[in-house]
């Protein structure tokens, strides 16, 4: 009799924990956001996309926890940025389709250029960087869906390839394998780059 009531007075703290993470919620989104918008717009390469990939993993993540008030969540971040890489995934696929790339914009380049940090660069390496950022991002685009997410995880965001491995659900030997693809990929579009 006294375990049953032990549990359900656990169970009764768990929902409370779990009412003060969705009642905190929006300090946890505010403190995540730039974070999470900046791993979306690395694999999604586009401004909008990347916007509406974030606002997509939040909504996941919120609803999950009001669906689940019981789950703990050890791991948070981990946790959002397997959300969001996952909703940048489906984004990827469902453009699958599509036989055209769009080019950014002038604002968007521009934009670009403006958040670069400024240190009196010469017109023509501005040009030249702009270039290269340029056929990075295209080649980038030729990748699939996964070998994009495990070099935008691994090479912009710093990720080792077993965190990589748990993000994605994957072995680290898979994730070795598309890394080893993407790279190859890579240099094979850019290798002019190299004096080949």
Same mark, same amino acid.
């Given at each position: ?65 009001? +669906? ?6 050890? /791991?948070?971040? %981990?946790? @959002?940025?397997? !959300?969001?890489?996952?909703?940048? $995934? =489906? ?56 070998? +994009? ?6 090479? /912009?965001?710093? %990720?080792? @390839?077993?965190? !990589?491995?748990?993000?994605?659900? $994957? =072995? ?25």
């Amino acid at each position: 009799m006294m375990n049953m009531k032990a549990a359900a007075v656990e169970l009764e703290a768990a929902k409370r924990d779990t009412s003060v993470r969705i009642a905190d919620f929006a300090a946890w989104m505010a403190s995540e956001q730039r974070r999470i918008y900046t791993l979306c717009l690395r694999m999604l390469r586009n401004d909008h996309d990347a916007d509406s990939a974030t606002q997509d993993a939040f909504l996941k993540a919120f609803r999950t926890l009001a +669906r689940s008030p019981e789950m703990v969540i050890e /791991e948070p971040a %981990k946790w @959002l940025t397997r !959300i969001a890489v996952n909703t940048c $995934l =489906d984004q990827l696929r469902s453009r699958r389709w599509q036989f055209w790339k769009r080019r950014p914009s002038a604002a968007e380049e521009t934009a670009v250029l403006e958040r670069a940090p400024a240190n009196d660069r010469s017109a023509e390496d501005l040009l030249a960087a702009r270039d290269l950022g340029r056929r990075l991002g295209t080649a980038l685009e030729k990748l699939s869906p996964r070998q +994009r997410a495990v070099f935008v995880l691994r090479h /912009e965001d710093g %990720k080792s @390839l077993v965190e !990589i491995g748990e993000l994605l659900n $994957l =072995d680290v030997g898979t994730v070795k394998g598309h890394m080893a693809r993407a790279l190859k990929k890579l240099r094979e579009e850019l290798r002019d780059l190299y004096g080949c």
